[in-house]
């Protein structure tokens, strides 16, 4: 079969299956190396036990005739639908407007069927390497110019305008990939910063998707954990919810996005009655066991759920603590699981690979977020306490030495 020019256009390979390579090529030549990995961002602590109760209990009953379910709606259950409106939203956006899906990530790549290949995308730089690789998939791409690719836009996202996207001369974009509490720099979007974001967009026309996987991290009362808490954002953007770091869903997947009913095309349709047309060409509604400790995680096992982010949050403060002690610049994690460390000049590869060799340190290299990401590493709060602690020594003997 003949190659699309669109898949022939995507660089090197995805990002963390490349990190996965480098590590095992390493573990080759070093196969005793007690590595830690604050790479890819995987949960690793033990599901609430309710939540792992309820879905025991679901998957039981599909053994049972009495108990057994099929296909369930293609939007998810109502009454998880419910719940992520009260518990997430406090009403801010209705049941109706709320699509249930296998992941964020998922979604995040299905949302270019609404969009077309014509659409200009414009990402954040340094960005979640999934944003750009979908849009190129999808056809939104161009050619690569050795930087990026021709027709994406990428708003530039650094210490010196304190991570807020960049938005001079981003005048012919349609859409715009806006993540906060942001992977990689752990920078979230304060309240002002959101509206300025929001009046650009309706001035603009330009629709917002708003990833907001993270909002969980989110401790400070002041900083908005949706895009929703904003008046008039509903005209203008949708947003995507995950579990997999709200509740340690990664391997379970399930996550939602938000589709407004006021978010109207030009002509003035809807684009939440376009969005039924792909998610029930493409989806089926996410599993049914998933859906099941979704519900136990907003209902009994919400408590515990909050016990998990806030452990996970701390680790993030005790690796941003020990590199604020030894000198280094760092960005993020006090509310979001990434920690932003800045080397100025260095190469992120060469520092991904002296972390590997000198400290068995798995880290992400903030190039491959982006150029913007050039001379960062990202830290992963997502490891078990006694990790977290050893890699906060490894790092000071590092640093120190
Ligand atoms: N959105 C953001 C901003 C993410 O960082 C991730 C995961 C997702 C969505 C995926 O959510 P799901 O609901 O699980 O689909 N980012 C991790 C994992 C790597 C990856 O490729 O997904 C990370 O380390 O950046």
Redesign the pocket.
């Known amino acids: 079969m003949k190659r699309r020019i669109e898949m022939a256009t995507l660089q090197g390979s995805y990002l963390?299956p490349e990190i996965e390579k480098r590590k095992n090529a390493y573990l080759v030549n070093y196969p005793e190396a007690p590595l830690i990995s604050l790479g890819?961002?995987?949960t690793t602590e033990p599901l609430p036990t309710l939540v792992a109760e309820a879905m025991g209990e679901y998957a039981r009953g599909l053994g049972a005739r009495e108990s057994y379910s099929g296909y369930g709606p293609v939007e998810g259950w109502i009454s998880l639908r419910e719940a992520i409106a009260d518990r997430l939203y406090q009403g801010r956006v209705a049941p109706d407007e709320i699509f249930i899906s296998d992941?964020?990530?998922?979604d995040?790549g299905r949302l270019g069927l609404l969009f077309g290949q014509e659409a200009r995308v414009a990402v954040q730089d340094p960005a979640?390497p999934?944003y750009v690789d979908a849009s190129v998939i999808m056809g939104q791409g161009g050619t690569f110019n050795g930087r990026g690719y021709s027709r994406m836009r990428y708003l530039s996202c650094t210490p010196e305008n304190g991570f807020f996207p960049d938005l001079e001369g981003a005048d012919d974009i349609d859409v715009a990939i806006i993540?906060s509490p942001n992977?990689p720099t752990g920078a979230v979007l304060k309240r002002e910063e959101l509206e300025r974001l929001v009046s650009w967009a309706r001035q603009r026309r330009v629709t917002i998707v708003y990833?907001a996987?993270?909002a969980a991290y989110i401790a400070d009362p002041d900083l908005p954990r949706s895009i929703y808490e904003i008046g008039g954002a509903h005209e203008v953007a949708i947003e995507v919810g995950?579990f997999?770091k709200l509740a340690g869903f990664?391997g379970v997947r399930l996550?939602w996005t938000v589709v407004p009913d006021r978010l109207r095309y030009e002509d003035g349709r809807s684009v939440q009655a376009d969005w039924r047309r792909p998610i029930s060409a493409y989806l089926n509604g996410p599993s049914n066991i998933a859906q099941a400790g979704g519900l136990a995680s907003l209902r009994e096992g919400w408590g515990e759920l909050q016990e998990g982010i806030a452990f996970y949050r701390e680790n993030a403060l005790i690796l941003r603590r020990r590199l604020v002690e030894l000198g280094v610049k760092v960005y993020g994690g006090s509310n979001a699981p990434f920690v932003w460390a800045h080397f100025p000049g260095r190469n992120s590869w060469e520092l991904f690979d002296q972390l590997l060799s000198k400290a068995h340190l798995v880290t992400t290299p903030g190039a491959g977020f982006g150029p913007a990401g050039e001379g960062f590493v990202r830290l992963?709060a997502f490891s078990s306490r006694e990790r977290i602690e050893e890699a906060a020594g490894r790092l000071a003997a590092l640093f120190e030495a």
């Open positions: 963390f890819v961002g995987d992941g964020a990530k998922c995040l979640y999934a993540c992977n990833d996987a993270y995950s997999s990664t996550g992963s």
